[in-house]
């Protein structure tokens, strides 16, 4: 059973173009969870989804940045216009549900590490 | 909002002895669930242990355990017989079983050194 994947594993970008980061959940997981870390600090979340819908997106920056998970295909963020600011590592987790409801445990994938230059 | 604190920057460990890293939280929610996550040096983040807060009994993984004190907020995690590749960061994570989905809430880690 294959784990969460993310890709890119790294990603290069120049300051003002676009950064796309897919993540596929576990088999079987329909709940998506985007966090970010900031070098030497913990993880951060930004947006938690369900299949086409953001639940919650409250730590997610206002501007520049989005979201989705498609009914088919893996979940995307999408940083536009990227700043110094964004370098940082782009985890994503998936966890199972029962009858809808997600389940306690998030199974993380390797990350996507961004360096804006 | 609930807020988890490390108090302990790095921590370091003779292999095969015992270590215990520190972990309290602050929260207003009488159910919720606690998680210790290891990330070693290829950053990926594995599940170590978790322990729902409903539960007295401290949840246990092999050479991983907690001590978790509810009224104390306080969920610590020992490692025995620590082993070279126990080397890594560690975050104590909270979540609450409040609403389905709800969000991890990280501290900002521990890094833990096995010294052979």
């Known amino acids: 059973n294959a784990g969460v994947m993310q890709n890119p594993r790294h990603l290069v970008r120049r300051r003002g173009q676009e950064a796309r980061l897919r993540c596929s959940p576990m088999k079987g997981h329909s709940h998506v969870y985007w966090y970010r870390q900031l070098p030497e600090e913990g993880l951060k979340f930004m947006v938690y989804l369900q299949k086409e819908n953001i639940i919650d997106e409250s730590g997610m920056p206002k501007e520049r940045f989005s979201a989705e998970f498609p009914k088919e295909g893996p979940s995307i963020l999408r940083i536009q216009q990227v700043v110094r600011g964004d370098s940082a590592a782009y985890f994503c987790?998936?966890?199972?549900?029962?009858?809808?409801?997600?389940?306690?445990?998030?199974?993380f994938g390797p990350g996507t590490r961004l360096l804006v230059l | 909002a609930q807020t988890v604190t490390q108090s302990q920057p790095e921590m370091s460990v003779q292999e095969a002895e015992t270590v215990t890293l520190s972990c309290t939280y602050d929260t207003s929610e009488s159910d919720y669930y606690l998680f210790w996550y290891k990330q070693p040096p290829s950053r990926q983040m594995i599940l170590v242990i978790r322990?729902?807060?409903?539960?007295?009994q401290n949840a246990t993984e092999n050479r991983f355990s907690v001590n978790f004190q509810k009224a104390a907020k306080s969920f610590s995690l020992k490692i025995s017989d620590s082993q070279l590749g126990d080397a890594a960061m560690y975050f104590c994570a909270y979540r609450s079983a409040r609403t389905s989905g709800s969000r991890l809430t990280f501290g900002e880690g521990t890094q833990l050194t096995v010294n052979p």
């Open positions: 987790a998936s966890s199972p549900s029962t009858g809808g409801v997600s389940q306690e445990t998030q199974y």
């Open positions: 322990q729902e807060a409903y539960k007295q």
